[in-house]
């Protein structure tokens, strides 16, 4: 099936403008994404004089979310220039606590990689701290901001993906209570939560959303245990954004739907679109996924850097209008006309009509 985004699609996005602002000294802008990843199974004739590698955070390269996206942002761009991974070409160091967070991302800096990424919010301090100690180093931040010159930082507007997957969870629910599952307790996660909390009042204020933290983005087990007394509430729809936590979420309703194929039980994917994570025989409990497009993030930085033109000491910011966020493709679980509704919530927010805010209110 043809995959339809719900936000106003990457065509619409050449069409809008680069926004930049000052932010101490620090230069901040919106910027449409670099879409140009169009055969990028196909190799280059020749290999570029290029190379880039990553740090996870403790989700794992494979967490199917976040960590995952980024990779195959990163592999596709390698791919693209006739990179092989390795020292050269395209790498990644996997992270399994905080304190691999700046041995990882020494060592890559160390291997002469030209761009290093470190991948989430908890990765700002070590970036920070090898920023300082390597200032020759490229290096770059997911969902974080250090202001150093020889840092680009990236942040994401969560939130407004985040309130249209709300819309559609109001608009779908039929027992009126819905959940929230977040892992860990910091800003980014509050964005998604803030986001969708906004899109379900503005459909129906008087649902209530179960919203639990687990602390942990690396606990299948943990999602699973939340996700269970979630849908032994009452809850028919979760929304999950906890990385390889969220696992557990989609674990919990596909046993559910097992059981029973009646089982009114959903599950909204984050960051990448977990449609397959949602298979159960010839029925699929994914809802929708809230995309957030750290695939296109990661190319773009690296193509700029290619090109000599590293962001270093900017934080750019993709949102809904930019296409750095937007709803996946329902595969027919969600009604044309809830889509229509979702969409015209799509077109308010990016034209600034509806202004979501970052923050639990």
Known sequence: MTKRKFGLGLSLVLAA??????????????????????GTDKPATEAVDFSLAMVTDVGGVDDKSFNQLAWQGIEAFGKENGLEKGDGGYDYLQSTGDADYITNLNALVRRDFDVVYGIGFLMEAPISTIAE????AQLAVIDGIVDMPNVASVMFKEQEGSFLAGVAAAL?????????????????????????????????????????YTGKFDDAALGKTTAN????????????????TGNG?????????????????????VDSDQYEEGAVGEH????????????????????DAMA??????????????????????????????????????????????????????
């Open 133 to 136: 100690q390597q200032p020759d």
């Open 229 to 244: 007394r979630m849908y032994s509430s009452g809850v028919d729809i979760i929304f999950h954004a906890a990385g390889g």
């Open 284 to 303: 699929n409990i994914t809802l929708t996924s809230m995309q957030k497009r750290v695939d296109i993030a990661v190319q773009t930085i690296a193509k």
């Open 308 to 361: 000599g033109n590293f962001p270093g000491g900017k934080t750019v910011t993709y949102g809904l209008a930019e296409g750095g966020v937007a709803l996946a493709d329902s595969r027919g679980a969600i009604p044309q006309e809830i889509l229509d509704q979702v969409e015209e919530f799509s077109k308010k927010i990016a034209a600034g009509e509806i202004v979501v805010p970052e923050a639990v209110e």
């Open 249 to 269: 979420v989609f674990a919990e309703a596909k046993e559910r739907k097992t059981k029973d194929a009646k089982a009114n039980v959903w599950v909204i994917g």
């Open 17 to 38: 403008g680069t926004i930049l602002g000052a932010c101490g000294t620090k230069e901040e802008e919106t910027k449409t994404p670099d879409t140009g990843s169009e």
């Open 172 to 212: 779908m629910s039929e027992s009126k209570q819905i959940g929230f599952v977040g892992g860990m307790d910091i800003p980014v996660i509050n964005r998604f939560e803030a986001g969708f909390l906004e899109g379900v009042k503005a459909v129906d204020s008087s649902i209530k959303v179960d919203v639990q």
